[in-house]
């Protein structure tokens, strides 16, 4: 079927003739190299690419060394050299030969909004692993073993598989779409928005907000980290309720939120949130950083994850034996700034819910 036809009302004509479209694919690359779409700026794009490759690579494809690649869609920018980097791209979609590819267009170091990350059987850390796990055992994790193309999550017990081979890629589908609105829209978000609006159970809901010295924001008795889907363009906040998504508005109660413990103000549900779920912006990091404090020790040990760091707020990254070091800003999202944290340290891998490297 011609794509272009299927979702003529999403595409434009851009440059050269080609069209472009608003929304989130793939980024398919010559071997040896992986990518993923982690944000927008703008009206375009913000891709996560690893080009680990060495001088053999190139020549073996009859290149010279720091010769743009050919890939989906395009060639990388003239005049940078990819060998063994990872780094951010600006890059705008486009269709052509039959299929939505992205263009990158050069590095790009400035602000985007995070993708929507969804929480999957209630936990928003969880990581997906293409092909076989059994690379696990050899860094000393805890992980399911024998198991392929599966999504693991975090909970109470330490790391259980999701789903194995359940036709779900976050490379090309909305983990929103594909959690909340039971949507698995190929090249998702392109095409119809999706919503998925409560049906009155949280309306006129009042619930406090708690900072905790060794844990995670909670938002009435939940864990913002989990039931906070994320925050919109003018601040309101996007509330998980159990029948549906909810926009709240948070009031403080206290002069300044971020250096008091226990409640420190409210969130008041405004009424049903009746968005396309990916125009929500979830934390940077989510769904693969997880924070080594009380609610998350027990079952990050039972994974075999390790939390060591000194100073600072130790976190370990699902699906590597890594640590890092971070303040406060994850676990006390939203209302501390994630991305700040995230990208002042170069933790560009956790932007993907794909293993693609740190």
């Not at 890629?169 to 090249?187: E, T």
């Not at 006129?204 to 708690?210: C, D, I, N, R």
Request: aromatic share 10%; net charge negative; glycine share 14%.
């Amino acid at each position: 079927m011609d794509l272009g036809l299927l979702w003529r009302r999403w595409l434009g004509v851009g440059r050269f003739g080609l069209r472009s479209y608003v929304g989130v694919c793939g980024v398919g690359l010559v071997e040896g190299s992986a990518a993923a779409v982690v944000g927008r700026a703008g009206g375009g794009f913000v891709a996560y690419v690893c080009a680990d490759v060495d001088r053999s690579f190139w020549e073996r494809h009859g290149l010279a060394w720091g010769e743009p690649a050919q890939f989906w869609g395009g060639r990388w920018p003239a005049g940078v050299d990819y060998g063994g980097r990872c780094s951010l791209f600006s890059a705008s979609p486009v269709y052509l030969l039959d299929r939505v590819v992205m263009r990158l267009e050069g590095p790009y170091g400035g602000f985007f909004k995070p993708l929507c990350a969804a929480p999957l059987a209630g936990s928003r850390w969880w990581v997906y692993v293409a092909g076989c796990s059994d690379v696990f055992e050899l860094v000393g994790l805890n992980y399911p073993r024998d198991v392929c193309d599966a999504v693991f999550i975090l909970a109470e017990g330490g790391i259980s598989t999701y789903c194995k081979e359940c036709g779900f890629d976050p490379n090309i589908h909305s983990s929103c779409k594909f959690s909340l609105a039971k949507a698995a829209v190929y090249h998702s978000p392109v095409g119809p928005p999706v919503a998925a609006p409560g049906r009155g159970a949280l309306l006129g809901a009042e619930l406090p907000v708690v900072r905790r010295r060794d844990g995670y924001l909670r938002v009435g008795s939940w864990l913002a980290w989990h039931r906070v889907l994320g925050t919109l363009d003018g601040g309101r906040w996007v509330l998980i309720g159990d029948d549906g998504l909810y926009e709240a508005v948070f009031t403080a109660t206290v002069e300044r939120p971020l250096e008091v413990f226990g409640e420190v103000g409210y969130v008041r549900v405004a009424g049903p949130y009746r968005g396309d779920v990916d125009d929500v912006q979830s934390p940077c990091g989510a769904p693969r950083l997880v924070a080594c404090v009380e609610d998350t020790r027990e079952a990050l040990a039972a994974a075999g994850h390790r939390c060591e760091a000194e100073g600072g707020v130790p976190h370990v990254v699902l699906g590597d034996a890594v640590e890092v070091e971070l303040g406060r800003e994850l676990i006390d999202w939203p209302l501390s700034d994630s991305c700040g944290a995230v990208l002042k340290r170069g933790l560009y891998g956790v932007l993907t819910p794909l293993d693609v490297g740190v």
